[in-house]
């Protein structure tokens, strides 16, 4: 028997959800490091707090996994580009 679902909604209590946030945060971090190693994956993982505090966690290194992800999301944005110019060629 698993625990009841929660409601999603904003915790208004300031000392309530910083103690969620930090168990959420450690949570995801666990699972991005978990998937990494099991699925050789390379993982990049960046979050902010609501002051501004950066935590981030990286397979790699996170400068070589934004230099992947920035490549990655130019060549998709050039093929979907192209995609598009056929559309209307064919048209």
């Known amino acids: 028997m698993g625990r ?4 999603i909604k904003r915790i208004d ?3 309530s959800r910083q103690v969620t946030f930090s168990k959420r945060r450690s ?14 994956a ?5 979050v902010f707090s609501s002051t501004g505090r950066l ?3 990286a397979s790699t290194s996170m400068k070589s ?3 992947r992800y920035s490549e ?6 050039q093929t ?12």
């Open 80 to 91: 979907m580009s192209a995609s598009a110019e056929a559309k209307v060629y064919m048209i």
């Open 72 to 77: 990655a999301r130019e060549e998709h944005h």
């Open 27 to 40: 949570g995801l971090f666990k699972k991005a490091k978990e998937l990494a190693i099991l699925c050789d």
């Open 4 to 7: 009841g679902k929660i409601e």
């Open 13 to 15: 209590n300031a000392t």
């Open 55 to 57: 935590y981030d966690f």
């Open 42 to 46: 390379e993982v990049g993982l960046v």
């Open 65 to 67: 996994v934004i230099e």
